[in-house]
Structure formats: structure tokens, C-alpha cells
């Protein structure tokens, strides 16, 4: 430990921090722009500086270590000058727009801005039409502060490294390589660097007017469906605690905004096991290539196309719950309700920004029509004055918006893998497993292994987050270093609770209580194995025939591009 002084007061402190750090813990705010811990530690806007007693200049707090009898001033009317400056000059890089800007209260510029007792801005140049990359990912190189956030994200994450420094000095821009528009990237549309980037300069592609179009079509019967994770993640655009469970009140919510039908993705998910678990113990039993890959997250599948296409014999012929669930209802309003294929929306709210290109697919083509984040289905609500937490509870329509434990549990990291072992461990045993939780398959270790025993067979599975801890998985399997039977791999850190259209920040402790909503949502179920949703078991019996049958081949699995 070491003892020091900061305005004043005196602390013992852990050695081998930075002040940044201490003062993080102490509750001393010190502003910061480019500052982002474990992904860019690098000191570059220098809106940190702070007077240590001794040194003849300002010191940055972020990189500077704690020593023992150390003096800090984090505010004094210099440093706040100091500060001053440096905001002033990082402004100058950035255009401000903020009335019209989707980061809305959640930017960091606003922040620092406070801090500083800044005036209002004002809005020189809103009417000004500049360049704007209208990707999925999309790009106003107009707001970026050159803070090298998404660079290291995209190096650390999904371990790309889309972006770097175009140009010269003053006039250097982040940007991909020759300045293309990111479609043209090999980027996997995760969305990482979207809810790193501390201001608008990453947001993902706007579809609400699509959506207000297709509400406001009388001809059109929209429904719409929302994933696992977004239920625990929607109540913080609305200043709720991260992980409250909101269900029944997003179904008032979606109601409000003039859905005709609220389903549930959740019920996709179901349907997804049922068909994934048949397919693996198939699998496991025939010729077909092992280890089998799940196959819902798009970041994933994406990953897998452009940087390991010899794994596509791997992944899953399942669709993902989102696609299952657009085809399944599709299909059901036009054979039962006669309503002609044209007229049927699909709507999905998802924590991903990979899922609007998972839904312009040519393998899913009409499976989903819109896709909008977490973030957009809060700012679409805050555009009518609707506020969650004043509305009442209300349930999803029948018969596609009841689930089961395992279908929530998708959310977050090792979820699909404990959903799959729920029904094949109850499968290959006859129906007598009693096991419910794996707790083997749970936790934020970025990759697990587990072995279960099911009466004398073994399952030999393993579960990733993040492709950087994939690629590692997928090198082991290649080398044969690993004998495993299943995998699950999630592009995003703790799965899609942390994904890439979730609202920012998401930080490890906001992601912890997000999982910790979906496991208590998991608990709370009287069914948590998605066979036993009696409504997946009607869908089947009514509609789809036998599970892995022609019927349910044709409209709830898929195949994958080189
Ligand atoms: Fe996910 Fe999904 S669990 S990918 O992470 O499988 O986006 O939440 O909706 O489709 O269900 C995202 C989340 C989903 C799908 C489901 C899967
Ligand atoms: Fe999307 Fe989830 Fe995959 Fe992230 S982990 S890319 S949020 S599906």
C-alpha cells in the first residue's frame, strides 16, 4: 500500500494504481474522453491532468502511478483552465449537433461539458449536409474526437482492427483503410466500437422511419417480436436499474406504438433448442461433421464466412431464433389466417446491431423485415412520450409469445449451450434427466470447457465470448488439441446482453446484472426446458409435423455463404 494526499484528505491505497484509478474508487471525478478501461489506457486527450505536488507540469492522471507521500490536486481553478483548452481543441474536431444527436444524454462530450460549466452550445452548422458512412455501422467521421477507442476495440474484441489513423498529423481521421464505407469492410457488424465511441461519431443504422412507415400502412399486419436480452436491458434508457426484468411493461410499450401482435423472440428460442438439440444428437449419431457450432449469433457466422470458412460445415443449419420466429408466424398467418405474404411485417427489437444484417441475408430473405436496437426502440418510445415505468404489465399475444427458462437464457454467454443440454440430456436419457442449471457452462471466463455425463454417454462441450476467444477455441479443434461434441460462440463480451445495440454504457458490472436478470428470469418460469413450451408442442403437432422433418427443414433451417 501506499499513502498519499488528494485535496486534502489523506488515503492508504493500493500500490501499482494510477491515480485515475484511485480516484475512480474514491468517487473523485476527474473528466476523461478517450480513457476506457482494459481498452485504451493510453493517455491521448489529456483532459485528465491533475497538479502533483513536486512536478513542474500537469500530470494525466490515467497513466500516472500512485507513489507513497503523493500530493494530488484533481481540481483547482489552473487545472480547470488547463482543462478548458483541451476540451476547447477536442470540440474543434467535433461537430455539434446536439438536439438532433442520437447519443442524446448518453454522450461523453455532454458530460465533460457539464463539468466544465460550459453554456449551452450552439448549432452553427446543423443544416449542413457532410459525409456520413450510412452503414449498419454507421459513420460521422464530422463527430469523431480521434479518442482511438474503436481502434482497439476492433484489434481486442471481435480481433479485426477495422480501424486506423488516415492521413497526417492535425488532419488524420479514424476511418478503414482508404476511407471505404464499412460495408465494404470485412467488418462483422458486432457494434463494439458503437458502445465504446464516447460521442455519435458510431451509431448504428436508423430504421425507425421504417418502422413508422409500416405502422402507419393500414394494409400491412405488423407484428412485432423482441430478444432475450433486451428485457433486461430496455428499463435503462429509462433510468430503471440495470437487469429489472421488464416484460409485461414492453408489451404495454410495443402495444402503444401500434404493433398489431407482440410475440416473443424468446419463443424462437425455444423452437431453436428443439430443432438444434435434434440436430446435434443426429449429428453425434451419423456422419455429419463434429464438433457442431451454434449458429444464431451473426457476428459469429459472419466471422466464420470471411475469416474461417473451412468451419461453415460446423455451424448449425438451424436459423436463429429471430429468423425461426419470422418464418414460423410467416408461414402460420398465411396457411391459417390467410392473410397473403406481402401484407405480414416483421418487426424485432434485438440487443445487436449484427441482426439488421442477419435480416437483409439472402438465406433469410422475408424472415425479418426491420430490425431496430434496444437504443432505437428507446429513442422510438421517447418519441411519443411513452415512459416504460408508467406503464401497466401486459402479456405477449399467443400462441407465439410464450417461452420457457431456457429460451431467456439465450442472452447471455453459455445460455444457448445450458438451453441445448436442458433438452438433449432429457432426450438421450428417455426423458429421465433431472438436472436443470449448468453451472459449468455459466460465468464470464471467456472460454469454458465441460463434459456431461447423460447415463453412460458423455457430452463434451465448450462455450465462447468474443472471437479473439474463439479464434483460440477454433485453432485447439483445428490442432486437435480438443475432443469436443458441441460449441457456442458469441461474438460479443457476455454474450448479447453486451451487444453491440444495447444501451451505453454497458460496463462488467452493468453486464453482470443484466445476466443476473435473465437467470432470475430463468428461475422464475414453471417450464425451463424448451420442449416441455407446450406451445412449440402444439406448433409441431398443428403445424410444422415431425422435428427435423421436411416441413420444419424448409422453413427453420439455412445454409451459409464462402
Ligand atoms: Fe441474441 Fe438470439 S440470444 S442471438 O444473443 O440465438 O441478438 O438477446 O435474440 O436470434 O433468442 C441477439 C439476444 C437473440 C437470436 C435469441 C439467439
Ligand atoms: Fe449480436 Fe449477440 Fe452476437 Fe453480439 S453476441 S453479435 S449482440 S447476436
Not at 436463429?320 to 418487426?347: C, D, F, R, T
Not at 418519441?383 to 431467456?408: H, Q, S, V
Not at 460465468?443 to 469454458?448: I, N, P, V
Request: net charge negative.
Amino acid at each position: 500500500t501506499v499513502n498519499l494526499k488528494i485535496n486534502g484528505k489523506n488515503y492508504v491505497v493500493e500500490s501499482g494504481q494510477t491515480i485515475l484509478d484511485v480516484c475512480n474508487k474514491l468517487g473523485i471525478y476527474i473528466p476523461t474522453l478517450c480513457f476506457m478501461k482494459g481498452i485504451s489506457e493510453g493517455g491521448h486527450c489529456g483532459l485528465c491532468v491533475v497538479e502533483v505536488k513536486g512536478a513542474r507540469t500537469l500530470l494525466r492522471a490515467c497513466i500516472t502511478e500512485v507513489f507513497e507521500g503523493m500530493e494530488v490536486i484533481t481540481d483547482s481553478p489552473f487545472v480547470r483552465d488547463v482543462r478548458k483548452t483541451v476540451f476547447e481543441m477536442i470540440l474543434a474536431d467535433h461537430k455539434v449537433e446536439c438536439p438532433v444527436c442520437k447519443r442524446d444524454e448518453t454522450c461523453e462530450i455532454k458530460k465533460v461539458a457539464k463539468y466544465m460549466g460550459l453554456p449551452e452550445f450552439d448549432f452553427p452548422e446543423l443544416c449542413e449536409i457532410e459525409f456520413k458512412d450510412n452503414s449498419i455501422i454507421s459513420r460521422e467521421p464530422a463527430k469523431c474526437i480521434k479518442c482511438k477507442r474503436c481502434i482497439s476495440t476492433c484489434q481486442l474484441i471481435p480481433g479485426i482492427g477495422i480501424y486506423g489513423f488516415v492521413g497526417k498529423g492535425h488532419e488524420a481521421t479514424v476511418e478503414p483503410p482508404e476511407s471505404v464505407s464499412m460495408d465494404e469492410t470485412p467488418c462483422i457488424v458486432c457494434g463494439q466500437c458503437v458502445v465504446r465511441c464516447p460521442v455519435g461519431a458510431l451509431t448504428e443504422r436508423d430504421d425507425i422511419d421504417k418502422v413508422l412507415e409500416v405502422l402507419a400502412d393500414e394494409k400491412k399486419t405488423v407484428f412485432v417480436s423482441f430478444a432475450p436480452s433486451v428485457r433486461v436491458a430496455i428499463g435503462e434508457a429509462f433510468g430503471m436499474e440495470p437487469g429489472t426484468v421488464v416484460v409485461g411493461k414492453l408489451v404495454s410499450a410495443l402495444r402503444k406504438l401500434g404493433f398489431d401482435r407482440v410475440y416473443d423472440v424468446n419463443f424462437g428460442a425455444d423452437l431453436t433448442i428443439v430443432e438444434e438439440a435434434n440436430e446435434l444428437i443426429e449429428r453425434i449419431k451419423g456422419d455429419k461433421p463434429l464438433p457442431m457450432a451454434t449458429s444464431c449469433c451473426p457476428g459469429w457466422v459472419n466471422f466464420v464466412e470471411r475469416f474461417y470458412p473451412e468451419f461453415i460445415p460446423y455451424l448449425s443449419t438451424c436459423k436463429s431464433p429471430q429468423a425461426m420466429l419470422g418464418a414460423l408466424v410467416k408461414a402460420y398467418m398465411v396457411e391459417k389466417e390467410g392473410i397473403s405474404k406481402e401484407n405480414i411485417v416483421h418487426v424485432t427489437v434485438m440487443p445487436c446491431t449484427a441482426k439488421k444484417y442477419e435480416a437483409a441475408r439472402d438465406e433469410l430473405a422475408g424472415d425479418t423485415d426491420i430490425v431496430l436496437t434496444t437504443r432505437e426502440l428507446g429513442r422510438l418510445l421517447k418519441m411519443f412520450n411513452i415512459d416504460i415505468r408508467d406503464l401497466p404489465e401486459d402479456e405477449a399475444d399467443k400462441p407465439f409469445g410464450e417461452y420457457t427458462g431456457a429460451g431467456t437464457i439465450f442472452g447471455v454467454t453459455g445460455g444457448v449451450m445450458e438451453a441445448a443440454l436442458r433438452t438433449a440430456a432429457d432426450w438421450l436419457s428417455g426423458g429421465s434427466f433431472d438436472k436443470i442449471e449448468f453451472e459449468s457452462v455459466r460465468g464470464f471466463e471467456d472460454l469454458k470447457f465441460a463434459d456431461v455425463e447423460v447415463g453412460d454417454k458423455k457430452i463434451k462441450v465448450a462455450v465462447a465470448h468474443t472471437l479473439s476467444a474463439a479464434v483460440r477455441l477454433l485453432e485447439m479443434i483445428k490442432n486437435k488439441e480438443v475432443d469436443i461434441h458441441f460449441f457456442e460462440v458469441m461474438a460479443c463480451p457476455g454474450g448479447c446482453i453486451g451487444g453491440g445495440g444495447q444501451p451505453i454504457p454497458t460496463t462488467k458490472d452493468i453486464l453482470r446484472k443484466r445476466a443476473e436478470g435473465l437467470y432470475s428470469d430463468d428461475e422464475k418460469r414453471i417450464l425451463r426446458k424448451s420442449h416441455e413450451n407446450p406451445y412449440i408442442k402444439a406448433a409441431y403437432e398443428m403445424f410444422l409435423g415431425e422435428i427435423g422433418g421436411e416441413k420444419a427443414h424448409k422453413l427453420l433451417h439455412t445454409t451459409y455463404s464462402r
